[in-house]
Each structure stands twice: as C-alpha cells, then as structure tokens.
C-alpha cells in the first residue's frame, strides 16, 4: 500500500515537473518569435519607426518645457517652508530653555535674599568680631551673587526678545513663500492641465512604438538621445548637412542614407540619420 502511494506521488511530481517546463519553453519560445518579429522588420520600417519615435518623443520634451522650471521651482518653495517652519520650532524650543534659565536665576535671587536677611538677624545676635567678620562675607557673598544672576537675567531677556522678533520675521517669510507657491501650483495645475491629455496620448504612442523596435535599437536610439542636448537621437539631411551638429556630410554617404538599407550614424555627433522624404510622409 506505501508503495502504491509512494509511485502515485512520484508521478505527480513528474507531470508537475512536465507541466512547468512545457510552459517555460512556451514563453522563451514567445519571447524569441517577438524578438525574431521585430529582427524581421525591413531597414525602412525601422528606421521609420525611429523617427516616428524621435517626433513623439520632442512633443513631449516640448511640453515639459512649456512647464519649465515651474515643477522646481514649487519644489523648491516647498523646501524653503519646510526649512522655515524648522527654523521656528527651533526657535520656540530656544526661548523655552532661555526661560528655564531666567527662572533658575529668579531662583537664585530669591534665596540669596533670604539668606541675606537671615545673616543680618544673625549679626544682631554675634558673639565676637570674628562672627560678625564671616556673616559679613556671606552678605558681601549674596549681595553679589544677586547683581550676577540679574545681570544674567537681563542679558536672557534681551536674547528672549531677540529671538522672538526673528520668529515673526520668519513667519512672516513663511507668509510670503506661501502666496507664491499657491501661484506657482495654480500657474502649474492650468499649464499640466492644458496638456495633460496630449501628454498622455503622446507617452502612450511613444511606448506602442517602442515595444515595435527591437531592444538593440531601442538602447542605442535612448544612450544617443540622453547624451544630445536637444534630447535629438535621429535628425534628417537638410541641405547636404546633418539636422543636428550641422557638419557635411559626403554625397555617396547621403546617398546610402536615402536608400535606408541600414542604420547611418553621423560621424561627428552620432545621431542617427534618415532621408529628409521621411519628415514629408
């Protein structure tokens, strides 16, 4: 009967094994025929596809730029009050330990008047010049340790009032960074909203066509276009010249370029480079 169970299982770990590899294999085999696909594509089409893909891709960098530094600077403002809003609590926290320190001194001052009068009662009562002499050390001792802790107590009250006109000075910048941030985020919402549809149109266009080149293209198209300023991976001919550092380039290299048998790269700037008919499609 173990026996029986033991194959029954053994079995069962066996289809499952079957059952798993099968779809492994499926799904490479998947990933390869859409590899191959795309490999198939005629050097045309692909580098109509590039250029489709630049177009797409400028229209969106053209709406971030309409943007501007709007997103940064709301950031920034943001940052601004955040460190502001520091500044205060510090601030209240500071005036909080100073008035500790005044009342200590208060303190102070009040014993060091008790004890005052305690040493002149005493002083109605010595014995001897050499008493009298000691308890007119402790009132001497007392008498300043009062002028020293109201000194302190007035140089803390000066820092206190210091303190708290910076406090409204900073609130008051807090004020003023808070209105202009509003602006900001209202001049950004009009602006995102103006082109939020088209934006999401256009990324969404730009990922159709990504996934229709294949993944070698594609990397090099992204590396070129992060390196170029104008964010230009692939730019067309324009009076015997490259679209994007303008250099010459010879006319059987131009020629090469209009029969799109291959992929041409500029060999000065390394854009890549399509025939001039493809903006006219």
């Known amino acids: 009967m173990a026996e029986k169970t033991k194959k029954r299982e053994t079995k069962k770990v066996e289809k499952t094994s079957t059952k798993k590899t099968a779809e492994k294999s499926t799904t490479t085999k998947s990933e390869s025929k859409k590899i191959g696909m795309l490999s198939d594509l005629s050097s045309v089409n692909k580098l109509r596809l590039l250029y489709e893909l630049q177009i797409i891709d400028s229209n969106i ?12 600077e709301v950031q920034d403002l ?4 955040i460190g502001f809003d520091t500044r205060v609590k510090n601030l209240v926290q500071e005036i909080k330990e100073i008035d500790g320190n005044v009342n200590k001194r208060k303190a102070n001052v009040e014993t060091s008047k008790n004890l005052i009068k305690k040493y002149e009662e005493q002083q109605k009562n010595v014995r001897n010049n050499r008493e009298f002499d000691s308890l007119s050390k402790e009132l001497e001792y007392q008498t300043l340790e009062i002028e020293l ?10 820092k206190i009032k210091d303190k708290k006109r910076e406090i409204e000075a900073t609130r008051a910048m807090v004020a003023d960074k808070k209105i202009a941030l509003e602006e900001k985020k209202q001049e950004l919402n009009e602006i995102t909203s103006e082109t939020a549809n088209d934006e999401k ?7 159709e066509i990504k996934n229709l080149i294949e993944p070698r293209l594609l990397t090099a198209y992204n590396k070129i276009r992060h390196n170029a300023r104008n964010g ?6 324009k009076r015997d010249a490259c679209g994007g550092c303008f250099n010459k380039i010879p006319p059987q290299r131009q020629l090469d370029i209009k029969m799109s048998k291959k992929v041409i790269v500029c060999e000065y700037c390394g854009r890549i480079l399509v025939d001039s008919d493809f903006a006219n499609e």
Not at 61 to 72: A, F, V, Y
Not at 78 to 81: K, R
Not at 149 to 158: A, H, Q
Not at 201 to 207: F, M, V
């Open 78 to 81: 943001e940052d601004e009050i």
């Open 232 to 237: 230009l991976a692939v730019v067309t001919v």
């Open 149 to 158: 802790n109201e000194k302190i107590i007035k140089e803390l009250g000066v």
């Open 61 to 72: 960098d053209n709406i971030k730029t309409i943007r501007g530094e709007l997103p940064l």
């Open 201 to 207: 149109e256009l990324i969404g266009r730009s990922n």
